[in-house]
């Protein structure tokens, strides 16, 4: 029994699957049709969030533990600079004036801080937080959200509740499509 255990282990070890790598449950996401292959570990509900670190517009770190003690969804796309990007922060920035002072909604991509403060400006943004991936990845790797073939984020929706616990996730599933707006904003109202 115990030889089988350590087999097992050194196939798992040597493929990475122990160590986070991608291990085949979170794929079947498609950018302009072509599969991809999502990087790190995927977020799942019940868990407790990992924390990351994020760089906003000032160029200033912000860690997911800043905001301990309310309920936070996280936006997940690539590139504010693409229409569905675009509409993605519009519209949780629309909603998060309905979704009171205990819920934090933090934007996650791979773009530049000044492109995201840029695409704020210009649009009026101010009810949710930008946070940029682009240094170390951080994030992408600590939920799953890292595209192998590009290094950009794909699309989704995470909320976690007040104790730090995941308790709503969607990877989109065709990053060219809006997420489930109103799944994920049920699963707000829930984890208040």
Same mark, same amino acid.
């Given at each position: 029994?115990n030889?089988?255990?350590? *087999?097992?282990?050194?196939? %798992?070890?040597?493929?990475?699957m122990? @160590?986070?790598q991608? #291990?085949?449950?979170?794929?079947?996401? +498609?950018?302009?049709?072509?599969?991809?292959?999502?990087?790190?570990?995927?977020?799942y509900?019940g868990?407790?969030?990992?924390?990351?670190?994020?760089?906003d517009?000032? *160029?200033k770190e912000?860690? %997911?533990?800043?905001?301990?003690?309310? @309920?936070?969804?996280? #936006?997940v796309?690539?590139?504010?600079? +693409?229409?569905?990007?675009a509409?993605?922060?519009?519209?949780?920035?629309?909603?998060?004036?309905?979704?009171?002072?205990?819920?934090?909604?933090l934007?996650l991509?791979k773009?530049l801080?000044?492109?995201l403060?840029?695409?704020?400006?210009a649009?009026?943004i101010d009810r949710i937080?930008?946070?940029?991936?682009y240094?170390?990845?951080?994030?992408g790797?600590?939920?799953?959200?890292?595209?192998k073939e590009?290094?950009l984020?794909?699309?989704?929706?995470?909320v976690i509740?007040k104790?730090?616990?995941?308790?709503?996730?969607?990877y989109?599933k065709d990053?060219?499509?809006?997420p489930?707006?109103?799944?994920?904003?049920?699963?707000?109202?829930?984890?208040?």
């Amino acid at each position: 029994m115990n030889r089988l255990f350590y *087999m097992i282990l050194c196939i %798992l070890i040597s493929t990475g699957m122990a @160590v986070g790598q991608s #291990s085949g449950d979170n794929q079947g996401i +498609t950018m302009k049709g072509k599969p991809v292959t999502l990087l790190g570990t995927k977020a799942y509900i019940g868990e407790m969030a990992p924390d990351f670190t994020g760089i906003d517009s000032n *160029m200033k770190e912000v860690k %997911l533990s800043d905001f301990k003690g309310k @309920v936070v969804v996280l #936006s997940v796309f690539p590139s504010v600079d +693409t229409k569905v990007c675009a509409a993605q922060t519009r519209r949780f920035n629309e909603e998060a004036s309905g979704l009171g002072k205990d819920v934090v909604v933090l934007t996650l991509s791979k773009d530049l801080p000044f492109a995201l403060e840029r695409f704020c400006a210009a649009e009026g943004i101010d009810r949710i937080y930008t946070l940029s991936d682009y240094r170390e990845s951080e994030f992408g790797m600590n939920y799953g959200f890292l595209i192998k073939e590009n290094k950009l984020l794909a699309r989704g929706v995470v909320v976690i509740d007040k104790d730090g616990k995941i308790t709503y996730v969607q990877y989109v599933k065709d990053i060219s499509q809006e997420p489930d707006y109103k799944a994920a904003i049920a699963a707000v109202k829930q984890a208040k």
